[in-house]
């Protein structure tokens, strides 16, 4: 950095040429690395050990099940925040207020899905080898299990499902002609049916959460698969029959999951393309509020296998009683894209070295090998963000597999992306600088000057004041990368400077609470399981034996971007700007006139439903 004088807190924002260059250079041995690391991996094959779909759902609340509890009205889920730190601290112990999380538990509209996506088409395992590639029927079938498990929750009272006239052409007993068929085998006429609905052409089967608006609405996952897309066709031999149960009457969330095992056994895909299914499923509320509709990769079955089950009813259990914590994860506001955002994320890269940092990254998707197939620069991508952080190893597939990674690089590009302050405690995937407590003493001192890191000045602010002194700090920041240098203490709010001599702080889940229409409350202590929070290692200083070419920075907009979101949040509570030379710094010019709520709130189309960390 630059230095204007030996003064900390005058230190200019923007960084230095050599600054820039070594964060840079730092940053391409580091993206060279994983680059190549995961080219390798997908030409060897996927390697899945230390993967489990079940990690996603650390301290994700279960949905409640309104039978037995009453309606979830209005849909949004509180959550309950302890401040930890010096037990001699007035604000140690008091709880924080956080925006409660909405739940987007209907759509005006179901996305389209087609079946022309480029990655991950050749389906290659580390232990499996070649296998055959079901994604496509795989992700919709889980599309109608949740929504069946959300509408059993809800209760058939308030809530009605059923198939629609389009279904997909049925084949019995014969060869279809058509290049999309899927043969199921000997099975009931009503998983026929089930089949031929959730691959129909169009809209197959829709939900409903109120009956008084019956199919005006639609539920999250709906799809509707294009018409213009392979069209599926299902070949089939007669099984045992219920006379007593009409083909119509869709299979239970519960049938339709044993229905799904089935039919991965019977072709001998492993458990892994289960749930990279499963998590592409999950992505369609999210894909949904983007307008984002997913392309999903051909089927590719080749000819059914007459081999061991590899699923039994252990795994149906497991799939069927976690698939509340999947509701509310996949309908959980932002928490999913802030995740992924978040996987791009460095602790150790402040708000205005954002661009160097990101821009090998870029670069690589220029580079040959990376387009040495359609699909395989988000292919990469999917392998490197299930390593940064494999907590959502899966996740990251997922939005792969289903188009939403090029997405996910636009917001992070913004630096601001979409920040939801429960991911980090719901998922152990950290978002930002505010979900860690940070290290060593607050207090600083320079040439008997006090200073404190303006990143612990952000985290202190965020506290609840040992007094009330009208300022505003509930929401935000709005930008995950921590604002650089330091701040003079005596600058500080009284908020900030009641922590001189205290242990580090930090803001504890401690569960969350559903609210109810007859006034019943459920609390939840901490979801289904304890997580271990997954903070990257990134290697960016290393020196891995990799070649890498250093690109010119072709500009410095994110770390602009990131810079003018962090210290708009200090102006925008009532605190004035403080008197040091880093607010007169060119990049902030004009941020004080800024109409806050424009631009920097932490959801997808510019306005949080859910707040920022």
Request: one cysteine or more.
């Amino acid at each position: 950095m630059a230095l204007w004088s030996d003064r900390l807190e005058d230190q200019p924002l923007q960084p230095g040429p050599a600054e820039i260059d070594a964060v840079q250079c730092g940053s391409s041995k580091y993206w060279s690395y994983e680059v190549y690391s995961a080219l390798s991996e997908l030409e060897s094959g996927l390697d899945f050990r230390g993967f489990e779909p079940r990690n996603m759902l650390g301290r994700v609340p279960p949905l409640p099940d309104r039978v037995q509890y009453g309606l979830l009205k209005p849909p949004l889920l509180s959550t309950k925040w302890r401040v930890t730190g010096s037990k001699d601290c007035d604000v140690v112990g008091k709880s924080l207020q956080m925006p409660p999380v909405p739940l987007r538990l209907q759509t005006s509209s179901p996305i389209t899905v087609a079946l022309s996506g480029d990655s991950f088409r050749k389906w290659i395992e580390w232990e499996g080898g070649d296998q055959p590639n079901l994604l496509a029927v795989l992700t919709l079938a889980w599309s109608y299990i949740l929504s069946a498990r959300l509408v059993e929750l809800q209760g058939s009272d308030v809530s009605i499902w059923a198939y629609t006239e389009c279904a997909a052409p049925v084949h019995r007993g014969d060869k279809s002609p058509l290049s999309g068929s899927v043969d199921i085998g000997a099975v009931d006429s009503r998983t026929v049916r089930w089949f031929a609905a959730i691959l129909a052409p169009g809209v197959g089967f829709q939900i409903a959460l109120d009956r008084e608006q019956t199919y005006s609405r639609h539920g999250p996952w709906a799809y509707s698969l294009a018409v213009h897309a392979s069209r599926f066709s299902i070949e089939c031999r007669q099984g045992h029959e219920d006379p007593n149960i009409s083909d119509d009457t869709p299979l239970t969330s519960y049938q339709a999951l044993q229905s799904l095992i089935d039919f991965g056994n019977r072709y001998g895909v492993s458990s892994h393309q289960l749930h990279a299914a499963l998590a592409t499923a999950l992505l369609f509320p999210t894909l949904n509020h983007l307008k984002v509709n997913p392309a999903l990769p051909r089927f590719a079955a080749g000819t059914p296998k007459d081999s061991p089950a590899k699923l039994g009813n252990e795994a149906l259990d497991r799939f069927f009683n976690d698939l509340p914590y999947y509701i509310t994860l996949s309908c959980g506001g932002d928490v999913i894209i802030s995740s992924l955002c978040g996987v791009f994320w460095n602790p150790h890269i402040p708000s205005n070295l954002v661009s160097p940092w990101l821009q090998p990254l870029l670069d690589f998707k220029k580079v040959k090998i990376c387009q040495s197939a359609s699909g395989r620069y988000n292919e990469i991508l999917a392998v490197m963000s299930a390593r940064r952080a494999p907590n959502i190893a899966y996740l990251s597939m997922g939005a792969a597999i289903s188009g939403l990674t090029s997405k996910i690089l636009e917001q992070v590009l913004t630096g601001q992306p979409p920040l939801e302050r429960h991911a980090f405690a719901w998922t152990g995937v950290p978002q930002s600088f505010m979900d860690l407590a940070g290290e060593g003493e607050y207090c600083e001192t320079h040439f008997s000057i006090v200073y404190i890191r303006r990143s612990d000045c952000w985290r202190l602010r965020k506290l609840p004041p040992t007094v009330d002194d009208d300022l505003h700090y509930g929401v935000g920041p709005f930008t995950p990368w921590a604002p650089p240098g330091y701040a003079l203490w005596k600058n500080c709010p009284l908020r900030v400077q009641v922590h001189r001599n205290c242990e580090r702080h930090a803001l504890a889940y401690k569960g969350s609470t559903w609210c109810f229409s007859n006034g019943f409350v459920l609390e939840d202590d901490l979801g289904r399981d304890l997580v271990i929070p997954h903070i990257s290692k990134d290697r960016l200083f290393e020196d891995p034996d990799v070649s890498h070419n250093l690109q010119f920075l072709d500009n410095e907009d994110t770390s602009i971007e990131a810079t003018r979101a962090s210290f708009r949040w200090v102006l925008d509570n009532g605190e004035g700007m403080p008197p040091e030379e880093a607010y007169k710094d060119a990049w902030l010019l004009g941020i004080g006139d800024e109409d806050s709520e424009s631009d920097e709130m932490s959801s997808y189309d510019g306005s949080s439903a859910g707040g920022g960390s």
